[in-house]
């Protein structure tokens, strides 16, 4: 795998050359994506990341072990209790 940066400097210009203004609305719309171009991005990682992503489960993959987080990992993660049962990923049954 060859990595390389295309137009790095191009869009670092055009993002320094807005105003305030025009910043703020791009923010608005897509977050804080623009940041990502003052981020070095580490080639060894990139390439271990694509040497480990499997694309059939979007997840990474190591000896055959997927790197997917489950809803209780999250929830550790997060500290928020994904038990809700007014969430409609937790599945709940109905006695009749």
Same mark, same amino acid.
């Given at each position: 795998?060859?990595?390389?940066?295309?137009?790095?400097? @191009? &869009?670092?210009?055009? !993002?320094? *050359? !807005?105003? @305030?203004? /025009?910043k703020t609305r791009f923010q608005d719309n897509y977050g804080n994506v623009a940041q990502l171009? +003052? =981020? /070095?991005?580490d080639d060894a990682l990139l390439k271990a990341m694509v040497h480990f992503w499997d694309p059939t489960y979007r997840c990474f993959m190591f000896n055959e =072990?997927?790197? =997917?987080?489950?809803? @209780?990992k999250y929830s550790?993660? &997060?500290?928020?209790? +994904?038990?809700? *049962? +007014?969430? /409609?990923? !937790?599945k709940w049954s109905v006695d009749f």
């Amino acid at each position: 795998m060859d990595c390389r940066r295309n137009r790095e400097d @191009e &869009l670092k210009g055009i !993002w320094q *050359s !807005w105003d @305030e203004a /025009k910043k703020t609305r791009f923010q608005d719309n897509y977050g804080n994506v623009a940041q990502l171009l +003052f =981020v /070095k991005p580490d080639d060894a990682l990139l390439k271990a990341m694509v040497h480990f992503w499997d694309p059939t489960y979007r997840c990474f993959m190591f000896n055959e =072990v997927d790197m =997917v987080p489950t809803i @209780e990992k999250y929830s550790t993660i &997060l500290y928020y209790d +994904f038990r809700d *049962s +007014f969430r /409609k990923y !937790w599945k709940w049954s109905v006695d009749f």
